[in-house]
């Protein structure tokens, strides 16, 4: 089946800890993109990818990293300098940027 | 600068009531796409049309239906005869005219539909 995977569903973290957040796909989709959702808000972007080994900040980039070593990956670094992470991170991937994306079932990241 | 509105925070129907979701969106791009998602309780965002700024058609597919206004600003989802299946969060988004890569999200409507 095609589609977007990402893990773990729940993670905890205590204050001062980086984490990694992981999105994979099989939809052999070029743009690749991280967005963070906060209770009653809509999505923000935080980094996004048209290729690999190139990436863009979004809006809200601070506190985050990126890598895109390969097509199908594009994992997201929480670093401690993000300083309310927790939150509902939606990783999404397009064929093209102005077509539809199709999105994960998302990482809910909590904060100890 | 972009931004999109949707003003019904929270919108309660009893079963088989139609029911219809406002956004209204600002841009001065002159080509933009805009979209529909769906976020059923599990969280993953569902696609449900896209649309282009020269396209002004609206569009029915079974139960939902679009109407797209460049007049007004507006691009309403209306739901006929709804269901319970068919609570969830709705979000209308709007992409960057230059820059297609980004999406700006309203904060979305949570419908609650009753049997």
Redesign the interface.
Known sequence: DGGITQSPKYLFRKEGQNVTLSCEQNLNHDAMYWYRQDPGQGLRLIYYSQIVNDFQKGDIAEGYSVSREKKESFPLTVTSAQKNPTAFYLCASSIVPHNEQFFGPGTRLTVL | AQK?TQAQ?EISVVEKEDVTLDCVYETRDTTY?L?W?KQPP??????LI?RNSFDEQNEISGRYSWNFQKSTSSFNFTITASQVVDSAVY?C?L?DGY?????Y????TKLNVKP
């Open positions: 999109v925070t796409y979209f998602y599990s969280g993953e965002l569902v696609f896209r979000f988004a992409s820059n297609f890569n980004k999406f999200f309203g904060s979305g």
